[in-house]
Protein backbone atom coordinates (compact mmCIF):
# COMPACT_ATOMS: atom_id res chain seq x y z
CA UNK A 1 0.00 0.00 0.00
CA UNK A 2 1.36 3.34 -1.25
CA UNK A 3 0.20 6.94 0.35
CA UNK A 4 0.29 10.42 -0.76
CA UNK A 5 0.58 11.82 2.82
CA UNK A 6 3.86 13.87 1.99
CA UNK A 7 2.30 15.24 -1.04
CA UNK A 8 -1.24 16.46 0.73
CA UNK A 9 0.75 17.66 3.54
CA UNK A 10 3.02 20.00 1.44
CA UNK A 11 -0.35 21.03 0.04
CA UNK A 12 -1.99 22.21 2.86
CA UNK A 13 1.31 23.65 4.08
CA UNK A 14 1.43 21.21 7.46
CA UNK A 15 4.97 19.90 8.86
CA UNK A 16 4.78 16.47 10.31
CA UNK A 17 4.37 17.53 14.21
CA UNK A 18 1.44 19.67 13.00
CA UNK A 19 -0.72 16.31 11.32
CA UNK A 20 0.56 14.80 14.20
CA UNK A 21 -1.26 16.78 16.29
CA UNK A 22 -4.12 17.01 14.71
CA UNK A 23 -4.51 12.89 14.31
CA UNK A 24 -3.56 12.43 17.87
CA UNK A 25 -0.20 10.34 17.10
CA UNK A 26 3.25 10.63 17.40
CA UNK A 27 5.36 12.72 14.67
CA UNK A 28 7.07 8.96 14.16
CA UNK A 29 3.94 7.41 13.26
CA UNK A 30 3.91 10.07 9.95
CA UNK A 31 7.03 9.42 9.60
CA UNK A 32 7.03 5.95 9.17
CA UNK A 33 3.38 6.06 7.12
CA UNK A 34 5.58 8.35 5.00
CA UNK A 35 8.37 6.01 4.23
CA UNK A 36 5.93 3.53 3.80
CA UNK A 37 6.71 1.54 6.81
CA UNK A 38 3.84 1.43 8.55
CA UNK A 39 0.19 0.54 7.19
CA UNK A 40 -2.53 2.81 9.68
CA UNK A 41 -5.65 1.33 10.91
CA UNK A 42 -8.70 1.71 9.64
CA UNK A 43 -9.35 5.09 12.16
CA UNK A 44 -6.28 6.84 11.40
CA UNK A 45 -7.01 6.78 7.81
CA UNK A 46 -10.02 7.97 8.25
CA UNK A 47 -8.48 10.90 10.60
CA UNK A 48 -5.40 11.76 7.96
CA UNK A 49 -8.68 11.64 4.72
CA UNK A 50 -10.62 14.20 7.05
CA UNK A 51 -7.60 16.28 8.07
CA UNK A 52 -7.08 16.66 4.22
CA UNK A 53 -10.84 16.99 3.50
CA UNK A 54 -10.62 13.93 1.22
CA UNK A 55 -11.93 10.10 0.67
CA UNK A 56 -9.61 7.73 2.44
CA UNK A 57 -9.04 5.78 -1.25
CA UNK A 58 -7.60 9.40 -2.60
CA UNK A 59 -4.67 9.18 0.11
CA UNK A 60 -3.53 5.70 0.53
CA UNK A 61 -3.17 3.65 -2.66
CA UNK A 62 -3.84 -0.22 -2.38
CA UNK A 63 -2.13 -2.11 -5.06
CA UNK B 1 3.46 12.20 30.83
CA UNK B 2 2.49 10.59 34.22
CA UNK B 3 3.71 7.07 32.99
CA UNK B 4 7.26 8.70 31.82
CA UNK B 5 8.18 10.25 35.02
CA UNK B 6 7.21 6.83 36.99
CA UNK B 7 9.43 4.95 34.42
CA UNK B 8 12.34 7.63 35.54
CA UNK B 9 11.62 7.35 39.00
CA UNK B 10 11.71 3.31 38.99
CA UNK B 11 15.11 3.45 37.06
CA UNK B 12 16.62 5.95 39.28
CA UNK B 13 15.50 3.70 42.18
CA UNK B 14 17.18 0.71 40.70
CA UNK B 15 20.52 2.71 39.64
CA UNK B 16 20.86 4.06 43.06
CA UNK B 17 20.19 0.45 44.99
CA UNK B 18 22.47 -1.21 41.86
CA UNK B 19 25.04 1.45 42.93
CA UNK B 20 25.13 1.28 46.42
CA UNK B 21 25.13 -2.69 46.53
CA UNK B 22 28.14 -2.49 44.33
CA UNK B 23 29.83 0.12 45.92
CA UNK B 24 29.06 -1.61 49.47
CA UNK B 25 30.25 -5.22 48.79
CA UNK B 26 33.45 -5.89 50.42
CA UNK B 27 33.63 -9.07 48.28
CA UNK B 28 35.76 -9.25 44.87
CA UNK B 29 33.21 -9.88 42.21
CA UNK B 30 33.48 -13.10 39.93
CA UNK B 31 33.38 -12.61 36.07
CA UNK B 32 29.91 -14.03 36.09
CA UNK B 33 28.66 -12.51 38.67
CA UNK B 34 28.60 -9.40 36.18
CA UNK B 35 25.68 -10.93 34.98
CA UNK B 36 23.19 -9.49 37.22
CA UNK B 37 24.90 -6.53 36.86
CA UNK B 38 24.14 -6.46 33.04
CA UNK B 39 20.52 -7.32 33.44
CA UNK B 40 20.21 -4.81 35.38
CA UNK B 41 22.07 -1.86 33.51
CA UNK B 42 20.10 -3.29 30.19
CA UNK B 43 17.08 -3.35 31.45
CA UNK B 44 17.30 0.29 33.15
CA UNK B 45 19.17 1.54 30.16
CA UNK B 46 16.10 0.36 28.09
CA UNK B 47 13.18 1.88 30.50
CA UNK B 48 15.07 5.07 30.28
CA UNK B 49 15.53 5.43 26.74
CA UNK B 50 11.89 4.36 26.21
CA UNK B 51 11.18 6.90 29.15
CA UNK B 52 12.72 9.37 27.44
CA UNK B 53 10.60 9.07 24.18
CA UNK B 54 7.64 9.34 26.23
CA UNK B 55 8.76 12.31 28.20
CA UNK B 56 9.61 13.93 24.57
CA UNK B 57 6.65 13.34 23.18
CA UNK B 58 4.72 14.39 25.48
CA UNK B 59 6.77 17.88 25.37
CA UNK B 60 5.76 18.18 22.10
CA UNK B 61 1.83 17.72 22.96
CA UNK B 62 1.73 14.15 21.37
CA UNK B 63 0.43 11.31 22.58
CA UNK B 64 3.33 9.06 25.08
CA UNK B 65 2.11 5.59 23.17
CA UNK B 66 -0.04 5.61 19.82
CA UNK B 67 -0.73 2.58 17.81
CA UNK B 68 2.43 2.28 15.95
CA UNK B 69 4.46 2.16 19.14
CA UNK B 70 1.87 -0.42 20.39
CA UNK B 71 1.64 -2.36 17.57
CA UNK B 72 6.04 -2.46 17.63
CA UNK B 73 5.64 -3.71 21.70
CA UNK B 74 3.45 -6.29 21.14
CA UNK B 75 5.67 -7.62 17.82
CA UNK B 76 8.88 -7.00 20.06
CA UNK B 77 6.85 -9.47 22.73
CA UNK B 78 5.70 -12.25 20.67
CA UNK B 79 8.97 -12.56 18.53
CA UNK B 80 11.37 -12.29 21.91
CA UNK B 81 9.07 -15.14 23.33
CA UNK B 82 9.13 -17.07 20.26
CA UNK B 83 13.05 -16.59 20.52
CA UNK B 84 13.64 -16.94 23.78
CA UNK B 85 11.96 -20.49 23.79
CA UNK B 86 15.06 -21.55 21.70
CA UNK B 87 17.43 -19.74 24.19
CA UNK B 88 16.25 -21.64 26.89
CA UNK B 89 16.47 -24.76 24.79
CA UNK B 90 19.99 -24.03 24.09
CA UNK B 91 20.63 -23.24 28.19
CA UNK B 92 19.40 -26.70 28.72
CA UNK B 93 21.40 -28.58 26.44
CA UNK B 94 24.65 -26.76 27.45
CA UNK B 95 23.84 -26.75 30.74
CA UNK B 96 25.37 -30.22 31.46
CA UNK B 97 28.40 -29.79 29.33
CA UNK B 98 29.23 -26.48 31.68
CA UNK B 99 30.27 -26.27 35.06
CA UNK B 100 28.52 -23.05 36.51
CA UNK B 101 25.60 -22.50 39.24
CA UNK B 102 21.81 -23.05 38.07
CA UNK B 103 21.79 -19.27 39.56
CA UNK B 104 24.51 -18.22 37.46
CA UNK B 105 22.79 -20.29 34.27
CA UNK B 106 19.58 -18.75 35.28
CA UNK B 107 21.00 -15.22 35.40
CA UNK B 108 22.77 -15.31 31.78
CA UNK B 109 18.88 -17.04 30.60
CA UNK B 110 17.50 -13.67 31.85
CA UNK B 111 20.32 -11.47 30.64
CA UNK B 112 19.91 -13.39 26.89
CA UNK B 113 15.72 -13.08 26.99
CA UNK B 114 16.69 -8.84 27.65
CA UNK B 115 19.21 -8.70 24.92
CA UNK B 116 16.46 -10.42 22.29
CA UNK B 117 14.02 -8.47 23.61
CA UNK B 118 16.02 -5.48 23.23
CA UNK B 119 17.56 -6.33 19.63
CA UNK B 120 13.67 -7.42 18.69
CA UNK B 121 12.65 -4.42 19.76
CA UNK B 122 15.25 -2.19 17.89
CA UNK B 123 14.29 -4.36 14.60
CA UNK B 124 10.85 -3.45 14.80
CA UNK B 125 11.16 -0.04 15.77
CA UNK B 126 13.76 0.54 12.74
CA UNK B 127 11.97 -1.91 10.45
CA UNK B 128 8.68 -0.61 11.00
CA UNK B 129 5.57 -2.95 10.90
CA UNK B 130 3.69 -3.21 7.57
CA UNK B 131 0.86 -5.77 8.06
CA UNK B 132 1.85 -7.43 4.86
Known amino acids: ?63 | MKKGVVVFIVAALVLITTGIWFFSSTESFKPFEFVGFGIIILVVAFAVFIGFKRLSSAKRGEPPEDELSKKVMQKTASLSYYVSLYLWLAIMYFSDRINYETHTIIGAGILGMAVIFAVCWLFFNFRGVRNE
Open chain 1, 1 to 63: MNNRIKEYRARFNLTQEDLAKKVNVRRETIVFLEKNKYNPSLKLAHDIASVFGTRIEEIFIFE
